[in-house]
Each structure stands twice: as structure tokens, then as C-alpha cells.
């Protein structure tokens, strides 16, 4: 199982930017999807995740900017972030739980992160 996050860049506050996350390899059944942030010296912190009923979760910081979706069959995630703000700089790490086969545990997946940084 592999997440590819793309997506990420420069972007002056105020502005907009959608990452988007891409699930491939043998996949039984994806339980929910999301995104988390690490910004420099802080620890990595819940965003936003999806799940396969399509309930979603924001964390409060970004309730109102920031909208989690999902297409492809639930393998790809996208997060569109508006309004951002200087304290949204952060690396973004996609993330999965899933179950590779109906033989093997709920696994917790994550792809390599990208770095969205806002400039004030």
C-alpha cells in the first residue's frame, strides 16, 4: 500500500490551495481517510479525515476554511484549504486505515507528506 500526497507550495495569506492524496496497491477496504500537519518544533495534529460514509471531522482551527472530499472509489482525498493563514505552515501527511485483504488487521497508512507554507 502506497499514499502519494501532491499538491503543495507557496501561497500568500488569504489565498487558496488544494492537496489531493492518492491510495494504490492491494486495498480490501478503506475505512477513512485524512490528512494531519506538523509544523516546525510541534507535533503532528489531526486536519480533517473522511471516512467511507463520507462523515467527515475538522479539527476547529480549520472548520470553515479548509473542506476534506474524496473520489475515485475513496481512493483519493483532496483537502481544499482557503484562508489560509501564516499558522497553516506545515508539512501535510495523507493518511489511510485500511484493510489490505479481509485476512489481515485495520492497518494505519501514511504517504510522505507535503510542505504547504503560507507567507504572510
Known amino acids: 500500500v502506497q499514499l502519494q500526497a501532491s499538491g503543495g507550495g507557496l501561497v500568500q495569506a488569504g489565498g487558496s490551495l488544494r492537496v489531493s492524496c492518492v491510495v494504490s496497491?492491494?486495498?480490501?477496504?478503506?475505512?477513512?481517510m485524512g490528512w494531519y500537519r506538523q509544523a516546525p518544533g510541534e507535533q503532528r495534529e489531526l486536519v480533517a479525515t473522511i471516512t467511507s460514509d463520507g462523515i467527515t471531522n475538522y479539527a476547529e482551527s480549520v472548520k470553515g476554511r479548509f473542506i476534506i472530499s474524496r473520489e475515485n472509489a475513496g481512493k483519493t482525498v483532496f483537502l481544499e484549504m482557503n484562508s489560509l493563514t501564516p499558522e497553516d505552515t506545515a508539512v501535510y501527511y495523507c493518511?489511510?486505515?485500511?484493510?489490505?485483504?479481509?485476512?489481515?488487521?485495520?492497518?494505519?497508512?501514511w504517504g510522505q507528506g507535503t510542505l504547504v507554507t503560507v507567507s504572510s
Open positions: 493518511n489511510a486505515e485500511l484493510k489490505a485483504s479481509p485476512w489481515t488487521a485495520t492497518g494505519d497508512y
Open positions: 496497491g492491494r486495498i480490501y477496504r478503506i475505512n477513512r
